[in-house]
Each structure stands twice: as structure tokens, then as C-alpha cells.
């Protein structure tokens, strides 16, 4: 099971030199923090044990999204989803999520119910989803969420996740 979490991060860093070639465009979300800033030179690693970190400190904090990489054009960033969280949707941003640990129902496409502009990002927050696919969406799972498509998570069991986003217009 230790090399679950290896495998993820390689699965996300190969993804985000992926979607750079195939993007090459600037991304948003939410403040980097203390991110790291990602260097043009050579690759970033974020070790087990880190991650391990991050995870608990989010938890014992209350927060639920860690920025570990601002890529300018990209961000990576540790995840906590719950019941509460509102589905969205980027008018220009994509998002790939990567299920570490829980479970849940990925919710895609339909319509956002009760739209309302997020301030500063590009993301237009809802109630819920009508009409959208579900999937279930367990460890190991990738979603890619093109902009444009609303997208929200429900029946939320322990969910934590990586998540990349980045701009693509």
C-alpha cells in the first residue's frame, strides 16, 4: 500500500508536464500560500512522509485545500472534500482530481442549480447538480473536468485527493 502514494504522485507529475505541453496557459484557485513555486530547472518531489503531514495538518486545522505547488500556469494541491462543499463550475480552468484515500459519487455535466459568482476566481459556485452523471469515485480513480462542465461530489466518505488545475483558455 506504501507505493499507492508514490504511484499518485507520479501519475499527477507526469499529467502536469502533459497538460503544460498540450495547455502552455496560466491557471488560478485559491491563494498559493506557502506554496512552493515551481522551478523551470528541474522536477519537484513531495516525499510520503510530507504528504503524510499535510493530510494531518489540514485535518487538525479544519482546512481543506493545501496549495504544494504554484506552477504560474498549474497549481497542485492537497484536497479534503466534504458532504458541504459546493459543486462548481471554471469557466477556464480544468481540473484532474486523483483519489488518494475515502470514497464518493462524482457528479459531472447536468446543470448547476442556484449559480452565484465566486469572487477574485473564475468559478461559479451551486447548490447541487441536476441532471449530471454519477460515478463512483474511489482510490486510485483520475477525473478530468474540462471548463465548462459543472461538476460536485456526494455521499462523501473520508475523500482526499489530489487536484491539479490549470487554465486552458
Same mark, same amino acid.
Given at each position: 500500500?506504501?507505493? @499507492?502514494? +508514490?504511484? &499518485?504522485?507520479?501519475?499527477? %507529475?507526469?499529467? $502536469?508536464?502533459? +497538460?503544460?505541453?498540450?495547455?502552455? $496557459?496560466?491557471?488560478?484557485?485559491? %491563494?498559493?500560500?506557502?506554496?512552493?513555486?515551481? @522551478?523551470? !530547472?528541474?522536477?519537484?518531489?513531495?516525499?510520503?512522509? !510530507? &504528504?503524510?503531514?499535510?493530510?494531518?495538518? +489540514?485535518?487538525?486545522?479544519?482546512?481543506?485545500?493545501?496549495?504544494?505547488?504554484?506552477?504560474?500556469?498549474?497549481?497542485?494541491?492537497?484536497?479534503?472534500?466534504?458532504?458541504?462543499?459546493?459543486? +462548481?463550475?471554471?469557466? $477556464?480552468?480544468? !481540473?484532474?482530481?486523483?483519489?488518494?484515500?475515502?470514497?464518493?459519487? %462524482?457528479?459531472?455535466?447536468? $446543470?448547476?442549480?442556484? *449559480?452565484?459568482?465566486?469572487?477574485?476566481?473564475? !468559478? &461559479? %459556485?451551486?447548490?447541487? &447538480?441536476?441532471?449530471?452523471?454519477?460515478?463512483?469515485?474511489? *482510490?486510485?480513480?483520475?477525473?478530468?473536468? *474540462?471548463?465548462?462542465?459543472?461538476?460536485?461530489?456526494?455521499?462523501?466518505?473520508?475523500?482526499?485527493?489530489?487536484?491539479?488545475?490549470?487554465?486552458?483558455?
Amino acid at each position: 500500500m506504501k507505493e @499507492r502514494p +508514490l504511484r &499518485i504522485l507520479a501519475i499527477i %507529475a507526469i499529467s $502536469t508536464v502533459a +497538460l503544460l505541453g498540450l495547455c502552455g $496557459t496560466a491557471a488560478h484557485g485559491q %491563494a498559493a500560500d506557502s506554496a512552493a513555486k515551481a @522551478r523551470t !530547472d528541474k522536477a519537484s518531489y513531495f516525499g510520503h512522509g !510530507d &504528504i503524510e503531514n499535510i493530510w494531518k495538518d +489540514l485535518e487538525a486545522k479544519h482546512v481543506i485545500n493545501k496549495r504544494v505547488l504554484e506552477g504560474g500556469q498549474y497549481s497542485i494541491n492537497v484536497r479534503i472534500v466534504e458532504e458541504s462543499t459546493a459543486p +462548481l463550475v471554471h469557466s $477556464t480552468s480544468a !481540473d484532474v482530481w486523483v483519489m488518494e484515500e475515502g470514497s464518493a459519487v %462524482a457528479v459531472t455535466g447536468g $446543470t448547476l442549480l442556484d *449559480p452565484k459568482k465566486r469572487p477574485n476566481v473564475d !468559478d &461559479i %459556485a451551486g447548490s447541487s &447538480i441536476q441532471g449530471g452523471t454519477e460515478q463512483a469515485f474511489m *482510490p486510485g480513480d483520475i477525473l478530468f473536468v *474540462p471548463p465548462g462542465v459543472p461538476h460536485g461530489f456526494k455521499n462523501i466518505k473520508g475523500f482526499r485527493a489530489y487536484l491539479i488545475r490549470f487554465n486552458v483558455k
